[in-house]
């Protein structure tokens, strides 16, 4: 079982940036993928990117390619999302999540175990 716990998530003015971290305990981080979603009122939860167990490949959205950056640090059970360039289409709350499965389904949000409760990125125009 793992825990996931958001922080970093606030309120930012158009073309700012934010760093979202997430902190996973209980279980073997290095063994998992992990991701990030994102979910904005009245809309499906969307994908926004992954990054391998071992932190070598990753994967981000075309709506977030070139503004947001995965990472993780297994050493420090963590995975993080460096948010720049913030558009208000951009706000939402983020979640991140653990998946033991095949990288193949990383875009998929149901094929992800464990999630955290989320942190609410809000962008101003």
């Known amino acids: 079982q793992v825990q996931l716990v958001e922080s970093g998530g606030e309120l930012v003015q158009a073309g700012g940036s934010l760093r979202l971290s997430c902190a996973a305990s209980?279980?073997?981080?290095?063994?998992?993928?992990m991701g990030w979603f994102r979910q904005a009122p009245g809309k499906e939860r969307e994908f926004v990117a992954a990054i391998s167990s071992g932190g070598r490949v990753t994967d981000h959205a075309d709506s977030v390619k070139g503004r947001f950056t995965i990472s993780r640090d297994n050493a420090k059970n963590t995975v993080s999302l460096q948010m720049n360039t913030l558009e208000p289409e951009d706000t939402a709350v983020y979640y991140c999540?653990?998946?033991?499965?095949?990288?193949?389904?990383?875009?998929?949000?149901?094929?992800?175990?464990?999630w955290g409760q989320g942190t609410q990125v809000t962008v101003s125009s």
């Open positions: 209980g279980g073997t981080f290095s063994s998992y993928f």
């Open positions: 999540a653990a998946s033991p499965t095949t990288w193949a389904v990383r875009r998929r949000w149901d094929r992800y175990d464990f």
